[in-house]
């Protein structure tokens, strides 16, 4: 089958891989050119443009980094929404329900498709095929990419309507953010306590207070100061933003996850918002005036 995927980044470089890998034809567009010659070194054909990439497949993927890019690559001029072939529109991307409900309305004029569908499991879940793959849209046009979408990761068709698997992912980030922001805090005070940190994790892992943050994030990327995840702080502060717009939408309050926005905004405010989103912890380290890091042997 022929893909169109657009946006080689991070989490996109690697989905697009598995495309090719699993034996489709996947024609590739990023702004970035380097991204692009990696990926036509592993089989893809080079697009020039959105349109381009549309005009040459009947299914378009995405994995962009923001709403505002999804919906100027998805409708705006040379964008999606002009080339000829395209009629299915995945995005893989986190934008949130209301951007998805746009860009479903205005895509549709023109008879393609958009689905939502976006992912969690991180870089590595990327890598291996692993993440969950978060689907919505109707379901004729879900099943219809429901093989390609296997390829990616874990399928879950979350139901009909457009954006209902963008809210299903930001529930999931914000709780991934919130053990990244509490764990940060709880490992800091056990360390200016005088607890090594790594003795703290294993005990967490056997106890009530693991999450991904103590089982991966901590030992593999925070505690040897690798600060690798893959995943930015600007990124992942977007997604909190977006939870809460739609909880307060909604009428609902969330003060736990304003204080885990809080914490991200810190971090992008006094580090930047490329940092690795593991890097929220170098802030409240500083105002601690210690580090998370194992004792010296
Ligand atoms: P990234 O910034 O690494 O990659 C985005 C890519 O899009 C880059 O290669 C960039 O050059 C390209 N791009 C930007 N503007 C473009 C445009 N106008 N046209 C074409 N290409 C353009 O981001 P990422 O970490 O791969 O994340 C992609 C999406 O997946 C985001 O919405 C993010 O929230 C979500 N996500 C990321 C992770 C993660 O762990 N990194 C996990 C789950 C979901």
């Given amino acids: 089958m022929d893909i169109g995927f657009i946006g080689l980044g991070n989490m996109g470089a690697h989905m697009a891989r598995r495309l090719i890998e699993a034996g489709h034809r996947v024609i590739v567009y990023d702004t970035r050119q380097e991204a692009i010659g990696n990926l036509a070194a592993k089989g893809a054909v080079a697009a020039r443009s959105p349109q381009e990439v549309a005009d040459m497949a009947e299914l378009v993927m995405a994995s962009l980094p923001t709403p505002d890019i999804v919906l100027k690559v998805a409708t705006g001029p040379e964008g999606v929404i002009e080339g000829k072939k395209v009629r299915r529109f995945v995005d893989l991307s986190t934008t949130g329900a209301v951007m998805a409900q746009r860009i479903f309305k205005t895509l549709a004029e023109r008879a393609i498709v958009q689905i939502d569908a976006p992912v969690s499991g991180g870089v590595v879940g990327a890598e291996k095929g692993t993440v969950a793959v978060m689907a919505s849209g109707p379901r004729a046009d879900v099943e219809a990419v429901e093989p390609a979408l296997r390829v990616i990761g874990k399928f879950f068709y979350i ?11 930001l529930c999931n980030n914000v709780l991934s953010a919130a053990g990244m922001a509490a764990t940060s805090e709880s490992i800091l005070m056990g360390v200016k306590a005088g607890l090594d940190p790594q003795v703290m994790l294993d005990v967490i892992n056997a106890s009530s207070g693991r999450s991904t943050a103590t089982e991966q994030k901590f030992p593999q990327v925070v505690v040897p100061r690798k ?13 909190v ?3 809460l717009s739609e909880a307060k939408a909604l009428g609902l309050s969330s003060s736990v ?24 912890v170098q802030p409240l380290e500083q105002r601690a005036g210690v580090e998370i890091r194992a004792p010296e042997a």
Avoid: R, S, W, Y
């Fill in 227 to 239: 600060f690798n995840q893959g995943f930015t702080a600007g990124l992942m502060l977007k997604d």
């Fill in 241 to 243: 933003n977006l939870f």
């Fill in 257 to 280: 996850i304003e204080a885990v926005a809080a914490i991200f905004k810190l971090t992008c405010d006094e580090l930047g918002p490329d940092k690795d989103m593991t890097q929220i």
């Fill in 159 to 169: 139901g009909e309507k457009p954006g209902a698997g963008q809210t299903m992912k």
